[in-house]
């Protein structure tokens, strides 16, 4: 490989004379510490709502719950809630949390925050080394760390394996680049020695444990080694020769295919082959659907009058076709590929979409930096780009910080009912039945109780309850009498609108029945 790793092979700095005399295309280390500072402001003051105590959904069963021998213990087991899943290192994120702040859910909440801010910094360098366009990368990191569709990643604590596993996911992407950087020069250089050996060691081992680490914290790593084939097929220059190139390509990529191999080997050995609770759609209809979906929450409000901007964006994508197909295609990759462990699943959530939002905010970067070379003057490009990006950066911040509030309504709501019930029964018998109905289980597109509502419940009693039913709406009224027929027994309602928490009936000794 005799030319520059992808510089020379992408559209983005192959007219050094444009990006110049437009403003970007910096590549000054000055100018790319100064774009690190702006995200590391940038994604800290947008998600700054989400730091308070609050929490919801399987936070209950996390926060102040999991110290280092518990989490230890998860290197042998599942930690998911019903389903087979083997993440012990996001487990030993919380024993470090639980450490350094016991049960107050805030620090948990800070953790999840300079993830997602270290995840946007390493996107930044991960395009820069992959186009050679500062204002690009800066772009899409921007885009990334602020899009709408990554608010729960970054508000809902149980959701932390997502940027964990990016963070990791990019460092080994990083290393990677480093090693092809590395090889295509000393390629440049026949006949001579390989000075670079033991650097091209370091990155290759560094790459490689840090995709088996991400895989630790994450199912969905195992896209890793189709986004780098798709890397070395599209932007990695390769021999002009047929069988060199696909033994450079299948070098070059099969360590971190034999490390998923390895994975998914000792996944089924601990699991049985087993998925567990899984709710899986393998239907054509079902899993298009689901796709249309990533899709459609990953354009964000392209159905509204923000639909025009995306059009616009097309349209200036599609004036570097011919020359940044292959960058324009690896986007299209990193969003197909990082949703396809995903695919099977019945229904679609939109932290499923982290990775593949990579994907989409380097288009959307793409299309802004070729508005720069729009017109005959040196105003009328930057004047419409810096316009495009104001307003795509403030419509994200707007909804995104909308949503961080919607979790942190949502988490005042969990703490709340809890309480109300302290309140209204301080205590309870022995052997006590507690029915609840009208659990919410969404609040926006917060969660609120899909799960753990026995244990935030339990939580407020020193005595243990060992019978705790609840349905997301009012239960019918025969199977309410069979829940109740034992005793004691305690009948609970939620009322959503008053937000409060009332007590429909008592069946228990000594113990008057009530009715709210």
Request: charged content about 15%; hydrophobic content about 50%; proline content about 5%.
């Amino acid at each position: 490989m005799s030319q520059e790793f992808v510089p020379a092979r992408s559209s983005l700095v192959s007219n050094s004379s444009a990006t110049e005399s437009s403003g970007c295309g910096i590549l000054s280390k000055s100018a790319l510490l100064f774009c690190v500072l702006a995200i590391l402001i940038l994604i800290p003051l947008t998600t700054a709502p989400v730091l308070t105590d609050y929490r919801v959904a399987d936070d209950f069963r996390l926060v102040g719950s999991i110290d280092f021998p518990a989490a230890f213990r998860y290197f042998g087991g599942t930690t998911g809630f019903g389903r087979n899943e083997w993440r012990p290192l996001v487990s030993l994120s919380f024993a470090s949390d639980n450490f350094l702040w016991g049960s107050r859910a805030v620090g948990y909440h800070l953790t999840n925050v300079l993830l997602h801010t270290l995840a946007s910094v390493l996107l930044l360098l991960v395009v820069n080394q992959i186009s050679g366009n500062l204002t690009l990368s800066f772009l899409a990191a921007a885009l990334f760390g602020i899009h709408p569709v990554n608010h729960s990643r970054v508000a809902w604590i149980a959701a932390r394996e997502g940027p964990l596993s990016m963070v990791l996911l990019l460092i080994s992407i990083l290393g990677y680049v480093a090693v092809r950087k590395l090889q295509a020069a000393t390629d440049a250089k026949v006949g001579e020695p390989f000075p670079n050996r033991n650097r091209v060691r370091v990155y290759q081992f560094i790459s490689c444990i840090t995709f088996a680490l991400a895989l630790a914290c994450y199912e969905g790593a195992a896209m890793l080694p189709f986004v780098l084939l798709g890397l070395e097929i599209l932007l990695v220059p390769q021999p002009a020769i047929r069988k060199q190139r696909f033994a450079a390509t299948a070098i070059a990529v099969a360590p971190y295919f034999m490390i998923l191999a390895g994975y998914v080997g000792w996944w089924m050995f601990l699991f049985k082959g087993r998925i567990g609770g899984y709710d899986l759609d393998f239907s054509i209809y079902g899993m298009f659907r689901d796709f249309y979906r990533l899709h459609y929450r990953l354009f964000h409000h392209i159905q509204h009058w923000l639909g025009i901007l995306y059009l616009i964006l097309a349209v200036l994508i599609a004036r570097q076709w011919k020359r940044h197909w292959r960058l324009i295609l690896f986007s299209v990759l990193l969003i197909w590929v990082g949703y396809l462990p995903f695919l099977p699943l019945n229904g679609f959530a939109d932290r499923f979409a982290y990775f593949s939002c990579t994907g989409v905010v380097l288009l959307l970067g793409i299309g802004l930096t070729e508005a720069l070379t729009i017109g005959r003057t040196m105003v009328l490009g930057p004047i419409l780009a810096l316009s495009l990006s104001l307003i795509l950066v403030g419509n994200y911040e707007y909804s995104t910080i909308g949503r961080f509030r919607s979790w942190v309504d949502a988490g005042r709501i969990s703490e709340a009912i809890p309480a109300q019930l302290k309140a209204l029964r301080p205590s309870f018998p022995p052997n006590s039945t507690l029915v609840f109905d009208q659990i919410p289980t969404r609040h926006g597109d917060a969660h609120l109780f899909p799960n753990s509502f026995r244990v935030a419940v339990r939580e407020k009693y020193s005595h243990p309850i060992p019978r705790i039913s609840y349905y997301p709406t009012a239960i019918d009224p025969t199977l309410g009498q069979q829940l109740l027929k034992e005793q004691p027994a305690f009948y609970f309602r939620y009322l959503e609108q008053r937000e409060t928490l009332v007590e429909i009936r008592t069946r228990a000794p000594n113990l008057t029945n009530t009715a709210q």
